[in-house]
């Protein structure tokens, strides 16, 4: 309960920071980054979202955080662009609570409008259960993202209980392959054989595919050798502060 309380108290103490991790391609070179977020509590120090998340979506806190998250990476991504750092995307976690709400799109908006980003560079990574819960809603929702021009991924992908007859009803624009499919390869033949498959799906509904959790040399050889070109992972970079972002993005040759 105390924990629920100082979460209630943390956008307004200003407790919130953005991390930020780069995609990239598989040489390494990055395009975009996602958005992490991180609560350093007065009174519990640093608390990992896996410990406040599911609590901000029960109490409904999820909305005006998530907005905060929402509107502080925007803001950065333009100020990096501004200052001439090459950011092409800009991914933000949208929780279920929050894709669900009535005004998601609205926010969207609001939140381009007011920090100038342009729409092509946000993306919106929501998991397959949002999508399900109110596929009517999803359906309107999506249709409505991608005539401001912002892009839509399926976070997670692979792990959810969905029917893949949502690939082609919703308008998406990227599937990220769920690190769990990656911990196998490239020893495990049914864990490449699931992430060929997964790939070969994407690519054949014109949906991008990033692999994410690649943390070894040997997974990052593998996954080249099978014509991946976007992923994410802790062997190129792990989350980090805006500050030590702008550092290791690289400068122009
Ligand atoms: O780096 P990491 O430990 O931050 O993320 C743990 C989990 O928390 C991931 O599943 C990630 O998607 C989720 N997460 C991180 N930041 C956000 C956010 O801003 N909003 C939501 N809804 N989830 C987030
Ligand atoms: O669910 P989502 O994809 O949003 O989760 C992002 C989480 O994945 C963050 O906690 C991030 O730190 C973590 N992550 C990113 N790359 C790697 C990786 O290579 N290995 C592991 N174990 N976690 C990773
Ligand atoms: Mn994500
Ligand atoms: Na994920």
């Not at 995609?23 to 395009?31: C, E, I, K, V, Y």
């Amino acid at each position: 309960f105390e924990l629920e309380r100082n979460l209630r108290r943390a956008v307004e103490r200003q407790e919130f920071r953005l991390h930020y991790q780069p995609l990239t391609t598989l040489d390494g070179r990055p395009f975009g980054v996602e958005a992490l977020l991180r609560w350093r509590s007065s009174e519990h120090g640093d608390v990992p979202p896996d410990r406040f998340i599911g609590m901000a979506e029960e109490t409904g806190m999820i909305v005006q955080i998530g907005n905060w998250v929402m509107q502080e990476a925007c803001r950065q991504a333009q100020t990096w662009r501004k200052a001439g750092i090459d950011l092409q995307v800009m991914a933000v976690n949208l929780s279920p609570i929050q894709f669900l709400h009535a005004d998601v799109v609205q926010q969207v908006a609001q939140t381009l409008r007011q920090t100038g980003l342009p729409a092509r560079c946000l993306e919106l990574e929501i998991t397959e259960g949002a999508l399900m819960q109110d596929t009517d809603h999803a359906e309107q929702a999506l249709l409505a993202l991608r005539e401001l021009g912002v892009h839509v991924v399926i976070d997670d992908f692979g792990t959810g209980y969905s029917s893949l007859a949502y690939l082609r009803r919703f308008a998406l624009d990227k599937l990220k392959v769920d690190r769990t499919f990656l911990q196998g390869l490239p020893d495990s033949a049914s864990d490449a054989q699931l992430v060929r498959t997964i790939m070969q799906l994407g690519q054949g509904l014109g949906l991008q595919v990033l692999v994410e959790g690649v943390e070894t040399e040997a997974q990052r050889a593998w996954l080249a050798a099978e014509g991946c070109r976007w992923c994410q992972g802790f062997l190129f970079a792990r989350p980090m502060s805006a500050t030590a972002l702008a550092a290791w993005w690289p400068t122009d040759p």
